[in-house]
């Protein structure tokens, strides 16, 4: 558990942050990004918004009103090609949806996805 003074820095500057990385991702950095991949390459895009531990009494839907500008500029870009958009609201320290990012990268990688062959390699 992240101690208590950095859940409460965290927890009053986190919207400040949230303007920084869509600042960053700005539309000219994701039609790069965009524009370097085709639709046979890249099936699936997802947006992990990290450090929701340090976010105690910030729901989903407010981390998702804060992001949703970014959100909005990669779904006109994924939707129009058919690339599936997925947000996932989690901590990579506490393990929160890491293995639900990890499930749907092997779904959608190019060898598919077989838990059979996949979980003897505890990956």
């Not at 997925?86 to 779904?107: I, N, P």
């Amino acid at each position: 558990m992240p101690s208590v003074s950095l859940i409460t820095k965290y927890s009053t500057e986190w919207r400040e942050r949230v303007k920084k990385h869509i600042e960053e991702w700005s539309s000219t950095a994701l039609d790069t990004i965009f524009g370097l991949v085709t639709t046979d390459s890249l099936k699936y895009v997802c947006l992990f918004i990290n450090k929701k531990d340090l976010l105690l009494n910030v729901n989903n839907d407010e981390i998702k009103q804060e992001y949703y500008k970014l959100i909005k500029k990669i779904r006109v870009r994924t939707e129009s090609v058919g690339i599936e958009l997925k947000v996932l609201y989690g901590s990579a320290r506490e393990g929160d949806q890491v293995f639900t990012l990890r499930d749907h990268l092997r779904k959608s990688s190019i060898l598919g996805y077989n838990p059979d062959k996949v979980n003897k390699y505890k990956i």
